[in-house]
């Protein structure tokens, strides 16, 4: 009867999950979910950068740019 019982355990253990094990593999999965937004957003400004560069390159520079995005804003 108690190599029974005792069979029965190990069975369980094969299979279990321990909670410890959970708490990692969800740490695993935000830290993985917070390094792809971090990713996204800097994307996201080397885009932006790049377009403002290349809008001061068609501009004429920092006046042109100014002067526009104003002309933009206002409609005159």
Same mark, same amino acid.
């Given at each position: 009867?108690?190599?029974? +019982?005792?069979?029965?355990?190990?069975? *369980?253990?094969?299979?279990?999950?321990?909670?410890?094990?959970?708490?990692?593999?969800?740490?695993?999965?935000?830290?993985?979910?917070?390094?792809?937004?971090?990713?996204?957003?800097? *994307?996201?400004?080397?885009?932006? #950068? $790049?377009?403002?560069?290349?809008?001061?390159?068609?501009?004429?520079? #920092?006046?042109? #740019?100014?002067?526009? *995005?104003?002309? $933009?804003? +206002?409609?005159?």
């Amino acid at each position: 009867m108690a190599a029974t +019982t005792k069979k029965k355990e190990n069975n *369980l253990a094969i299979g279990a999950v321990d909670a410890t094990a959970l708490q990692r593999i969800n740490t695993g999965i935000q830290q993985v979910c917070v390094g792809l937004t971090v990713m996204m957003a800097g *994307l996201a400004g080397i885009w932006g #950068l $790049a377009t403002l560069i290349n809008a001061m390159a068609m501009n004429g520079g #920092l006046n042109g #740019l100014l002067k526009g *995005l104003m002309t $933009a804003i +206002t409609g005159q």
